[in-house]
C-alpha cells in the first residue's frame, strides 16, 4: 500500500522559516509530478508549488520568492522549504504525487495524499 508521511509542521514567529518533508513508500514503481497543496480554515485547497520529475517547479503568486520545493527521487521525497513566513501562510499543507506502484491485482497509476501537517505562523 502507497502512503504520502508528511513531517515539518509547526508554530513560526512571522518572518521565521520552516522546512515540510514527504517521503512516499510501498510496493512504488515511478513517481510523476509532486507538489504541496495547503488549506486555511474556510477556504478552499490551493496549490502551493509542484514539481515534475525532471524538476522542473511552479509556484503560487503569493510564495513566489519565499518557498522552494525540490525532490530527492532516491528517497521518493519531496519538499518544502518555507521562509520569510507570513500569518497568512498558516494553513494545514498536504502533500500530493502522482504514483504508479503495484499490487494484488496488477499495476496502476494513482493521486495520492498525505494526512497534511499544520504550519501556524503567529507572533
Known amino acids: 500500500q502507497v502512503q504520502l508521511v508528511e513531517s515539518g509542521g509547526g508554530l513560526v514567529q512571522p518572518g521565521g522559516s520552516l522546512r515540510l518533508s514527504c517521503a512516499a513508500s510501498g510496493s512504488i514503481f515511478s513517481i510523476y509530478a509532486m507538489g504541496w497543496y495547503r488549506q486555511a480554515p474556510g477556504k478552499q485547497r490551493e496549490l502551493v508549488a509542484g514539481?515534475?520529475?525532471?524538476?522542473?517547479?511552479k509556484y503560487a503568486d503569493s510564495v513566489k520568492g519565499r518557498f522552494t520545493i525540490s525532490r530527492d527521487n532516491a528517497k521518493n521525497t519531496v519538499y518544502l522549504q518555507l521562509n520569510s513566513l507570513k500569518p497568512e501562510d498558516t494553513a494545514v499543507y498536504y502533500c500530493n504525487a502522482d504514483i504508479s506502484y503495484s499490487d494484488y491485482s496488477g499495476s496502476h497509476i494513482d493521486d495520492f495524499w498525505g494526512q497534511g501537517t499544520q504550519v501556524t505562523v503567529s507572533s
Open positions: 514539481i515534475t520529475s525532471g524538476g522542473i517547479t
